[in-house]
């Protein structure tokens, strides 16, 4: 039984396992780095200067490529708005906009880096399966502890406004903490332990409360670090449901055959 | 039997599962938010020059308002004195007082961020319990662990007063390590990896010794977030409500068939 | 039976159980921080400036005192070189030398913060076990961890003498990278996420090869902190040693009276 | 039996078990730390000034040395072709080559820091086994999880590729943000919190979606962790040398009694 066109485009573009879809999907991932490339050059002075219209007319070569398999995509799928509106769908369609949005907005078109997101095709090339189930255990680990991570960050919040509000009374605008939301800044980049220095307390009593602060910081990173760990280790990536059916345990790992307790087979 | 005014008051302020309950939490968490940007806004400069007057009748108006409310919760509660006692009557006071303190204490109504505090009632009105539980759990770890947290800030403290003042006498006034008590300051942040650089080692032997500092405070961070992760999975999160019906001891783990306490079966 | 006086001061100075042992220790402690408060202060260019011989006088009398309790307790104690040589003896010792050293080398006496370890008394007046478990916990699980840290420790330092050289061969010493101990000193800052922000690659290639040794240190991270919980797991700060008699399960907590897989008392 | 030159020198070079071996295993770790001091010392301006010389015919010296080793090396093991290709004849080899290399490229000669990894020799002279399986069990739970790693590593590229390009068009080349590329740089620098501070957000906007990026891998961090952490633990560094006298198999768990693969009594 022949396929007709649409079959065959199907499968090119939406499938990665015949040899032409995986190629298909292989020039897409070159094309979406040359893309991300090109716009990064774009932003170099030197380079910008003298390679400006080259690297324009690539941009809308790529989008132009971009909108066709878009368009090919909607035409093609059996439930158009299914895929429109799906993940991927949308990340389709945003990663050509940006270069449209240009001739209205100008330098909107570096938001083309959100194609960076299309590289997660990347995972259905090479043995999918494996990454895609690393990818769901680390969300399903991190949505799990999300009440615990919800409350965790409502604390933070909680303490680098009352933190920063504090160093604004002490240090005051003399010392670089201009206004309240600047001290917030300033004592979110101290908490986090990320330090720039570009604000940084100068009096005593400054100093003092700002080494509380690190202390804390440093000492609270142990939440949320315990927190995803204590998830990742309670579901440990389970894919078996066997259960000794002599002994009823069911603490096997994945590659056991035989029960470890009592040696049933399993 | 119709209800008195004060079982009606104390039903729309004291509980959260009626409607016009839930709609007075709300409208409060909204009031709250208000007021702590209206501070935050008012230590801004250009915002503070143009809009100062608007901005202190708006805070009066709000400090009006928690003023009334705060009365209100004395008067209606059965037990006063308990309520003013408690956690939430000490933060709701205190989310008054900075305001009427400003006419003593110029710049002191900053502290009315503490109300950012009241916001622990968002918890009230989106499924209660589950975010106190993770609260409790998180809070539960954290206390379990409080000999182990102790002894290792002793062990922190002691360190960077040694570090500290050695490198004060290693670097010295004329590298900016300008005291001793600066140089503990320059060793926490060092320890901590927040890294200003406000104060940096000059002298080879300066940096040799810092970056000692540094690794140890590098590998130093796992010991909490180990204390806080062994014991965040030694606790691990009743899901089970199993309570002993002979001696109403309800710390069972998962898997326990029989209660450890009394031998009684679950 | 009477005590004679050196029962007396032994029960005074030595043990921490009776009234008067206890209120040796508090007055010890108090004694330790003032000290270490004396030499804080004597740093601070202006306060030395003004108090310098009011500071001087109470850090000889301080000193004075500490002398006198070292050979008390050199002259009570049963075995004079077993304290001598140990740990607290040597720390008991180290705390009065650098105020005589002062003599002989200006400025040593800083170096009494030494007295900060002495604060470890502090453990023996308050519910002493607790923190010395705890304590010992936490050196266990180091110790356990001895060679992955050492293992990982090796691995680091390698990687930041090479990674410190290939900076200094690209970098230079026009970019603030002036010879290959600096640019390790950069790698360590760099590798343990302190970022002083002293030195900072600037060409493009730098800041590639930096932006490596970044993803590197905060992924490396990882590696002691699973070691030390993994340890600090294993061995769960287990201080029974129940084995049921039935079914022979010592996978008991240290509250658990009932064998919580069969019931039988333990 | 009398042994040959060849079995001699064998025993001497390749063996760290007779006295011989070991003291010639000590020797060459020595000359390797004294070749890299050497490199170190030769790029501070003020020793290289006074002692190029002597630090150059040191280092060819030593460079000699080695050089004659390896040789030896090649010309006394069976299978001198295994031994060029290993991992350790390869870093033989590097350690020798940028001496030579120097003659042609100036400034080269640097990288005979690489010499470094040839110290994991000293893991062979003090109890090596320990260390080994140390090491070995540390890159065996990072292998095992490189499938969450490389999605965590995808996460944080796309992450920082976005946020660099979104802080380009925040704030732009006139507050530091030069390039998209120097930006990317940026948000690697927040990330991981080193926080130079060579580039920092001046704007509101930027600062508070620096802040966003600082909260963020502040929380990202726990994914690593967790990740190594929870993979340690699963393969808890086999104490025990089980192997099935049926299948060989010896993956078994500590608590195992049968093998899990064949059902064989332990």
Chains 1, 2, 3, 4 share one sequence.
Not at 96 to 121: E, K
Request: aromatic letters at 12%; glycine letters at 6%.
């Amino acid at each position: 039984m022949k396929k007709t066109l649409r079959e065959n485009l199907y499968e090119i573009i939406f499938e990665a396992d015949t040899p032409s879809g995986k190629i298909f999907d292989v020039a897409l991932l070159i094309v979406i780095l040359i893309s991300i490339l090109l716009v990064m050059l774009e932003s170099v002075p030197t380079i910008n200067s003298e390679y400006r219209w080259i690297l324009r007319v690539m941009e809308w070569v790529i989008t132009g490529i971009f909108t066709v398999e878009y368009t090919l995509r909607v035409a093609i799928v059996k439930k158009p708005f299914k895929y429109i509106f799906s993940f991927y769908g949308i990340i389709d369609l945003l990663a050509v906009l940006p270069t449209y949005l240009s001739l209205v907005i100008v330098g909107s078109h570096s938001l083309v880096v959100i194609r960076a997101i299309r590289l997660l095709r990347v995972f259905r090339i090479f043995k999918l399966s494996r990454y895609t189930v690393a990818g769901q255990f680390l969300l399903k680990a991190l949505w799990a502890s999300r009440e615990k991570i919800f409350v965790f960050l409502f604390f933070i919040v909680n303490m680098v406004v009352i933190v920063g509000t504090l160093m604004y009374l002490i240090e005051g605008p003399e010392h670089g903490f201009k206004s309240i939301p600047s001290s917030i800044y300033w004592a979110i980049v101290t908490m986090t332990t990320v330090g720039y220095g570009d604000i940084s307390p100068e009096t005593a009593l400054g100093q003092f409360l700002a080494s509380f602060v690190m202390i804390a910081g440093y000492a609270i990173i142990a939440v949320p670090t315990g927190i995803v760990t204590a998830e990742m280790m309670k579901r440990p990536e389970k894919t078996n449901t066997q259960v000794c059916s002599n002994c009823m345990n069911d603490q096997h790992e994945n590659d056991a055959l035989f029960c470890k307790r009592c040696g049933q087979k399993l």
